[in-house]
């Protein structure tokens, strides 16, 4: 993806650099890219231990997007046939895309938690009788303690690992920042706007979710 990007930066400098984008920073994608393919194997190695330590925050994730489907599944219906004073559907609106953000979804695990503590009665029927609240407690504290673990994991890697790993995040923030310029600056060229992406990233992404082989992705 790297060297993509760098070379589509290469073929539109000077237009990119009219709306803002670094000309300084262009060299640093085959700066990146290289430095990346020089570290494979220790990035690979890296990788592996990575994997194993976020299995546990992949699950608490998962179980929390699940719980908010059942939430919002039932909260008109829950509501509309028990009220409650102050409780609406809109109480349950995550206010914002979560994406897989840790901390995103444990701050609207723990927004959930008073309107449903509010609207127990209201919910209970639709959870076979448990309090849903406490589900919101549970699956926070399990995502909170998750997290945790792999914080504490990233903060004791070997010093190279650590600087890999800082290597791949400014390699994403860099071409996020050239395909954000890149749409204003082809702004109504849908053609070149399509060449700024991070397909090949979101590939690699697909292809390890599906065990298959795919280009090394930052973890997180």
């Not at 444990?106 to 639709?126: R, V």
């Not at 849903?132 to 903060?155: C, G, H, M, S, Y």
């Not at 400014?170 to 749409?183: G, Q, T, W, Y």
Request: proline share 5%.
């Amino acid at each position: 993806q790297l060297r993509v990007s760098g070379g589509h930066w290469e073929s539109q400098k000077a237009a990119l650099a009219a709306r803002g984008f670094d000309p300084a920073d262009g060299p640093k994608f085959i700066e990146f890219a290289t430095r990346l393919e020089s570290d494979g194997a220790k990035r690979a190695d890296a990788q592996q231990a990575s994997e194993q330590k976020t299995q546990a925050e992949r699950a608490a994730m998962n179980e929390a997007k699940g719980f908010f489907r059942e939430v919002r599944n039932v909260a008109r219906l829950a509501l509309r046939k028990r009220p409650v004073e102050g409780v609406t559907v809109e109480s349950f609106n995550a206010g914002g895309n979560l994406e897989r953000s840790t901390p995103k979804v444990s701050d609207y695990l723990n927004k959930l938690i008073g309107p449903l503590e509010k609207a127990e009665e209201s919910f209970k029927p639709y959870f076979a009788g448990a309090k849903p609240a406490d589900r919101a407690r549970a699956i926070k504290e399990k995502l909170d303690k998750a997290d945790a673990i792999q914080e504490v994991a990233l903060a004791s890697l070997p010093l190279e690992t650590q600087q890999i790993y800082e290597t791949m995040g400014r390699a994403v923030e860099l071409i996020e920042e050239l395909n954000a310029v890149a749409k204003n600056c082809f702004d109504g060229n849908a053609q070149l706007i399509g060449l700024f992406n991070k397909d090949i990233l979101l590939r690699g992404r697909k292809a390890k979710k599906a065990g298959g082989e795919g280009p090394p992705v930052p973890p997180g």
